[in-house]
């Protein structure tokens, strides 16, 4: 994927990523050419490794880290659609026509994502309470996360969206300032697994 992020100011990143619903993900990205590291979330415990022109810039890691990694990963089956189907244990419910939540359990952390459609179904946009600290006021809590999808296309034979725009406080009057990840996704691999 491509696109920018907000670190202080919008700056461009490009990164490649690995995603298992059921268990975790790796997110590898360079910044501006400045930045590079990895978010990640694998069998429960999550963490953040970034440097600065090789210097030491964001290591975190922890309790808070791992739920708030948990609630990302389910936010990103997105990219995975097959992933959050009812023999998984994922739960649906329908609130309207256009508007679905899918309630997802990743070990301790269950996350439930409402989902608004358009007329033929694609997911255009997702909310849901991400465990977090977005403020950076050192007091970890629950806070509305999610954003703005399009660009709907089918790689490696998943219909997805492929371009958005994601952030803390999404439906409240603080979206302007929360919103820090702006996507295009480039090419998915989807790889079959057992079972």
Same mark, same amino acid.
């Given at each position: ?66 739920? @708030?990694?948990?609630?990302? &990963?389910? !936010?990103? +089956? =997105? ?9 998984? #244990? %994922? ?58 999808? @399009?660009?709907?296309?089918? &790689?490696? !034979?998943? +219909? =997805? ?9 999404? #439906? %409240? ?23």
């Amino acid at each position: 994927m491509r696109g920018h992020i907000k670190v202080g100011r919008w700056l461009p990143f490009h990164a490649e990523q690995t995603l298992s619903p059921h268990r975790g993900f790796l997110w590898n990205a360079r910044v501006a050419r400045l930045i590079t590291g990895s978010d990640r979330y694998v069998d429960g415990a999550g963490a953040m490794e970034w440097t600065l022109l090789g210097l030491p810039l964001v290591r975190a890691a922890g309790p808070d880290v791992s739920r @708030s990694a948990a609630g990302r &990963l389910a !936010g990103e +089956t =997105i990219w995975l659609p097959t992933a959050l189907l009812p023999r998984t #244990g %994922t739960r649906w419910t329908a609130e309207s026509p256009d508007q679905i939540t899918a309630t997802h359990h990743l070990g301790a952390t269950t996350t439930e994502m409402t989902y608004q459609l358009d007329a033929l179904g694609h997911i255009t946009a997702l909310a849901f309470d991400r465990w977090g600290d977005p403020d950076s006021t050192g007091t970890w809590g629950w806070h509305r996360f999610g954003g703005d999808l @399009s660009d709907h296309r089918t &790689l490696g !034979g998943l +219909t =997805i969206p492929t371009t958005g725009r994601i952030g803390w406080h999404y #439906g %409240t009057t603080r979206w302007d300032v929360g919103e820090f990840f702006r996507f295009r996704v480039t090419s998915l691999d989807p790889v079959p697994t057992a079972g």
